[in-house]
């Protein structure tokens, strides 16, 4: 079983749609939880990181649920500019995966005009 | 834009020959990794550095080596290139905190093995 599980996508969706991303972990020892997006041939920059109690960037809202091992990224009123591939990552902070980075395979989002 | 840099940026390279990749960061950051990315299989640990001198295996370590002898450069080794190492490389820096550590990420490598 792979540590992050992502739904792949790809998404297509029009200008000022909402559009939201789904992500397992595996691990229960993870402790910090983030959101990548890498445009087409560069590196992944970090989107945000996903707090406990859910967090909100604009028009990004990112929900973490524990129990369920279970994370979200929301994007409001889409903008061409969205365009890119997400990637969830979480990252183990203690025991025998202290430090390692997990990603998932990343899901892909078009919006169009 | 954090300090971090790959080297070379692009190679090309022939089927078992050695090959070195490195990474230089700026940040004096604790932790460096190599991924590899490659369509339907996203990144993929290599290798990871939580210290100089302290390296561990990841998901994909057969094939590779790494060394890490001063806190600002990770080399990536392909002991024999083959054909299955064509990817993008990716290096990435993080600190240890016991709270949330945002990843930092090189340009990338490309390599491709003819």
């Known amino acids: 079983r792979k540590e992050v599980e992502q739904d792949p996508g790809p998404f297509n969706v029009p200008e000022g749609a909402t559009v939201a991303f789904n992500c397992t972990y595996s691990n229960s020892a993870s402790q910090s939880f983030f959101w990548y997006r890498q445009d087409c041939r560069k590196e992944p920059k970090l989107l945000m990181s996903v707090y406990s109690s859910g967090n909100e960037d604009g028009r990004f809202t990112a929900q973490l649920n524990r129990a369920s091992q279970y994370i979200s990224l929301l994007i409001r009123d889409s903008k061409l500019s969205d365009s890119a591939t997400y990637l969830c990552v979480v990252n183990s902070n203690r025991g025998s995966t202290l430090g390692r980075l997990y990603f998932g395979r990343g899901t892909q989002l078009t919006v169009w005009p | 834009d954090a300090g971090i840099t790959q080297s070379p940026r692009h190679k090309v390279t022939e089927t078992g020959t050695p090959v070195t990749l490195r990474c230089h960061q700026t940040e004096n950051h604790r932790y460096m990794y190599w991924y590899r990315q490659d369509p339907g299989h996203g990144l993929r640990l290599i290798h990871y550095?939580?210290?100089?001198?302290?390296?561990d295996k990841g998901e994909v370590s057969d094939g590779y080596s790494v060394s890490r002898s001063k806190t600002e450069d990770f080399l990536l080794t392909l002991e024999s290139a083959t054909s299955s190492q064509t990817s993008v490389y990716f290096c990435?820096?993080?600190?240890?905190?016991?709270?949330?550590?945002?990843?930092?990420f090189g340009q990338g490598t490309r390599l491709t093995v003819v």
């Open positions: 990435a820096i993080s600190e240890s905190t016991p709270g949330a550590t945002e990843a930092f």
């Open positions: 550095s939580y210290g100089v001198k302290d390296t």
